[in-house]
């Protein structure tokens, strides 16, 4: 069964600088998809960004970037010069690709605090 | 540029009542999902459809919960007997596809409260 695990509850960082949120996945599928999501006070999931099984390189998306490192299972995301509205819940998600339309599972979720 | 749409943004039913949650999906997209968040807790799958037939399930979506397409364009989550441990955040997801980099788009969700 896919597992993810976020164990940062919290995490605070300062205006500008990089941040990091862990990300670690577990599966038996060869192919899958990891996605970040950021939900901010309003409630509304927005996507992030993705990194499939077989990418060899690591996806990014203007200041977001991910971590893939496969052999360690974790798919860590990487803001770079945080600003204030970066301030949300981030969560890590997965999906199996083999097996048709299959749901994301989701992660427990970080508290990004970005302070001035 | 088109996004998923919900409606209501905010329900308040009694305990006992049946609700119905209603989903537009992005017109071109044909693989639709509910997921529902607890307050403080994640986001966690219900139900994926596809083809105007339920492609998957988790045990949370027992018998009292239902999801139709009913139209072209709608996509609702029915729940016969609400009770208190339905209060949650409902988000309707769709696709254009499934597999690779299709991400899944979310709506703005629903935020269910049983009294």
């Known amino acids: 069964a896919q597992k993810i695990t976020q164990t940062q509850p919290g995490m605070f960082v300062q205006e500008k600088e990089a941040v990091t949120l862990d990300c670690t996945y577990d599966t038996s599928d060869p192919s899958y998809g990891l996605f970040w999501y950021k939900q901010p006070s309003s409630g509304e999931m927005i996507f992030l960004i993705y990194?499939?099984?077989?990418?060899?390189q690591n996806a990014t998306e203007g200041r977001y970037s991910l971590n893939f490192q496969k052999a360690r299972k974790s798919a860590n995301l990487v803001i770079s010069a945080s600003q204030l509205g970066d301030s949300a819940m981030y969560f890590c998600?997965?999906?199996?690709?083999?097996?048709?339309?299959?749901?994301?599972?989701f992660g427990k979720g970080t508290r990004l605090s970005v302070i001035a | 540029e088109p996004e998923v749409t919900q409606t209501p943004s905010h329900q308040v039913t009694q305990m006992g009542q049946e609700v119905i949650l209603r989903c537009v999906p992005i017109s071109n997209h044909l693989y639709f999902y509910w997921y529902r968040q607890i307050l403080g807790q994640k986001v966690e799958f219900l139900v994926s459809f596809y083809n105007n037939e339920i492609s998957e399930k988790s045990e949370i979506f027992d018998d009292q919960f239902s999801v139709e397409r009913p139209d072209g364009s709608n996509f609702t989550l029915k729940i016969r007997s609400t009770k208190l441990e339905d209060s949650a955040m409902y988000f309707c997801?769709?696709?254009?596809?499934?597999?690779?980099?299709?991400?899944?788009?979310f709506g703005p969700g629903t935020r269910l409260t049983v009294l």
């Open positions: 990194q499939g099984s077989y990418d060899q």
């Open positions: 997801a769709s696709s254009v596809s499934t597999g690779g980099n299709y991400e899944q788009f």
């Open positions: 998600a997965m999906r199996e690709e083999n097996s048709g339309n299959t749901p994301l599972v």
